[in-house]
């Protein structure tokens, strides 16, 4: 199951630097990125020395946290499917460029993929993605897609 997208410049494993413990989920890139990473020992030493770099740890701890705590609020309490995948979109357009014309957001992401993400089949995906082109919510081009109709997308989702 596809538990989340990272975007540039998150960080993954902060949690499990604090408690020792292993981490336990896995990362894959979809699109060419770098990435860097600090060993455990290493990072607590640093924050050891700069105390100040706390607030922000403890900020991206407690965003990390509330978008879990969303993920399973969204994926227990969507009741449909189409609910499910417009506020995939919807969080997809949170970190996507406005146009005149809609947000626009690459998505590398397959129908598969983005069924692991809320629950539904791949055949749902694709069923429903093109349900929204044909209500103009939607356009996609490619792996971009684009949201024509935000506020269209809020009433599926039932966003209030």
């Known amino acids: 199951m596809i538990l989340g997208v990272a975007c540039p ?3 993954l494993g902060l949690a499990s630097a604090f408690s020792g413990s292993l981490y336990d989920l896995t990362a894959e890139t979809v699109s060419p990125c770098r990435v860097a990473s600090i060993a455990s020992a290493d990072f607590l030493e640093f924050l050891r ?3 100040s770099a706390y ?3 403890a900020r991206e701890l407690c965003v990390e946290r509330a978008r879990a705590c969303e993920q399973v609020r969204r994926l227990g309490l969507a009741v ?3 609910a499910k995948l417009a506020w995939f979109l919807l ?3 949170d970190v996507a460029p406005k146009t005149g014309g809609g947000t626009r957001r690459f998505c590398a992401l397959t129908h ?3 069924g692991e993400c809320i629950g539904v089949s791949r055949e749902t995906v694709t069923r429903l993605l093109c349900d929204f082109r044909s209500r103009e919510l939607l356009e996609s081009r490619g792996s971009i897609l684009i949201v ?3 506020r269209a997308l ?3 989702a039932g966003v209030e």
């Open 91 to 93: 969080e997809q357009c």
């Open 148 to 150: 024509t109709d935000r």
């Open 80 to 82: 449909t499917a189409s």
């Open 154 to 156: 809020e009433t599926y």
């Open 55 to 57: 607030v922000n740890v």
């Open 112 to 114: 598969g993929e983005i």
């Open 9 to 11: 410049g998150e960080t």
């Open 49 to 51: 020395h700069h105390p």
